[in-house]
């Protein structure tokens, strides 16, 4: 089976009822991202954090996955499909993506302030001040916050330099090391991207820019896809 790695940004969630972030004046519902996605703001006001990030949580426990998810995970049936996303929600797993690789990290994990290999499930939406780790600490979402190491970077790079097919799907690609990720695309290898936006890159042989939202935009990457199977 040929190996296709999707890189996928908060567009493919926008479907769902999840807002992007570059849209709105640099503003992430209403937030300065700053404020509430930066260590910074996590020491000056943890409890904004934590209220942002329930509210983030909340939301995400009444959003499902759209067509442009389920798509993705239906060409499993066709080929090794791996996901990096830059999305901290968990549709692409709700919609049966099976290797989903997360690079900013999981709304719906935690993890310790004293040791970074102390991750847990939430159970619920809500993260309180006061809920500590099995070592006393507090517990942070457990999400990469602007200025901090992007750990699954490495076997994103693998995964990219393996592909045979690579697509991209509602990313700006503007926050690296995400947006460096084409950088290791082999040579020759095919790209498609799909974003509603006007495309960022200069046509080239290798690269098929498709125009759309994400839902019908994987429609159409299907059916471009399936003589390739
Ligand atoms: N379908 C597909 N793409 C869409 C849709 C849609 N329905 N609606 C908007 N888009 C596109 C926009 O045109 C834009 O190119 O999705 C992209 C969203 O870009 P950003 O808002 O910049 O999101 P993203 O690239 O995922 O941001 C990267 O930045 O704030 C941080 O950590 C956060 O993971 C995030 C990272």
């Known amino acids: 089976m040929k190996k296709l790695v999707v890189l996928s940004g908060a567009g493919m969630s926008a479907e ?7 849209d ?5 519902e209403n937030h300065d991202v ?20 329930n509210q983030r949580r909340k939301q995400l426990y009444e959003t499902r996955p759209n067509e442009g998810h389920v798509g993705l995970a239906e060409l499993e049936n066709f080929f090794d499909v791996h996901v990096i996303t830059q999305n901290i929600d968990d549709l692409h797993e709700q ?3 099976s290797k989903v690789l997360h690079l900013h990290g999981e709304l719906k994990k935690v993890r310790s302030t004293v040791d970074e290999s102390l991750v847990y499930e939430l159970e619920g939406w809500q993260l309180n001040w006061g809920d500590k780790c099995e070592k006393g600490s507090q517990l942070r979402p457990h999400i990469v916050w602007f200025g901090e190491a992007v750990p699954a970077i490495e076997p994103a790079i693998e995964l990219t330099q393996q ?39 200069t046509p080239s042989s290798n690269i098929t820019f498709i125009q759309e939202k994400a839902t019908t935009g994987v429609k159409k990457l299907i059916n471009m896809l399936k003589p390739q199977q």
């Open 163 to 201: 592909a045979d097919i690579f697509v991209v799907v509602g990313t700006s690609l503007n926050v690296y090391p995400a947006a460096g990720l084409l950088n290791y695309v082999s040579r020759g290898v095919p790209i498609y991207l799909i974003d509603p936006a006007q495309p960022m890159f």
């Open 24 to 28: 709105h004046d640099g503003l992430w």
């Open 95 to 97: 919609a049966g993506s």
């Open 34 to 53: 700053t404020q509430v996605a930066s260590p910074e703001g996590w020491a000056a006001d943890p409890h904004l954090v934590l209220e942002f990030y």
């Open 16 to 22: 769902s009822g999840i807002k992007t972030f570059r």
